[in-house]
């Protein structure tokens, strides 16, 4: 795919990840669509995409909600006329482990630590793509569909929840490669490692320290670096159904 003049949708666009592939996919041209619930965050976002010369428009919605998913699609597909790509980068964490002994009591993770991740980073992940596809295929436009997981969906301590969405979000990605292929749509992933954001940067010295020690390459990964993983995807025709793990080699 020519980025140029494609109209992207990214979730989770107001700060991150999201922010960075907005605007390097406007510096590429493209036409950003950008989706995430803080409003002043969308306003910076998209001012620095036109900046970078890029088209660039803004919408509140909630990923988890299937009205509020239904709702963005159709008005981005009615201002730009398109859809060419969809990131799904929209996530949350509520860390927690299953169950805690603490002063000789048993303290279980709850219900709603479970339900909220799930809703936001996999549920979130298929109404947007379920939504998004079906555009693309009305349209008979093609286009690529690009899934954030993660290296936690092979399992990590006190991420059940997050562990469960990204290895459910991983499965999706080859399922719908599958699928969607006679639509000319593409699917793939981007399994991030530990990334250097504006979370990471408000860690403790210390345990900065602990986490990059055991990565083989002894630092933390760019958004950057996502961002030029998911333009690789977008621009490469032969590449579907693939997550392309950026973690600097470590392994969970």
């Known amino acids: 795919m020519n980025i140029e003049n494609k109209v992207i949708i990214i979730t989770g666009a107001g700060q991150g990840l999201g922010r960075t592939m907005a605007i390097e996919l406007a510096k590429k041209g ?5 989706v995430d619930l803080n409003e002043e965050k969308l306003i910076e976002i ?3 995409c036109e900046k970078a010369g890029s088209e660039a428009r803004y919408y509140l919605a909630n990923v988890a909600d299937e009205s509020s998913v239904e ?4 008005q981005t597909a009615n201002d730009f006329g398109q859809i060419d790509g969809l990131i799904n980068n929209a996530g949350i964490l509520r860390d927690g482990l299953l169950i805690k002994a603490k002063d000789g009591e048993i303290n279980k993770m709850s219900l709603s630590q479970w339900q909220s991740v799930i809703d ?3 549920t979130g992940v298929f109404l947007c793509t379920r939504e998004v596809t079906a555009k693309m295929a009305e349209h008979n436009n093609g286009g690529v569909i690009i899934n954030i997981s993660s290296i936690s ?5 006190g991420q059940t929840n997050y562990s469960a969405a990204k290895a459910g979000v991983a499965a999706m990605t080859v399922s719908w490669a599958k699928e969607l292929a006679r639509f000319n749509i ?3 992933a981007i399994a991030p490692g530990f990334i250097a954001t504006d979370m990471t940067a408000g860690m403790k010295p210390e345990a900065l320290e602990r986490m990059t020690s055991v990565i083989p390459l002894k630092r933390m990964g760019t958004c950057e670096e996502i961002a030029h993983s998911a333009i690789y995807i977008l621009e490469n025709d032969y590449y579907s159904g693939r997550i392309i793990e950026m973690d600097g080699g470590l392994r969970l």
Not at 30 to 34: D, E, Q, V, W
Not at 153 to 157: K, L, Q, S
């Open 30 to 34: 493209a036409k950003t669509a950008l």
């Open 46 to 48: 998209r001012e620095l």
């Open 71 to 74: 709702g963005m699609v159709n």
């Open 120 to 122: 936001v980073n996999l």
């Open 153 to 157: 969906r092979a399992g990590n301590i």
């Open 186 to 188: 593409r699917c793939a």
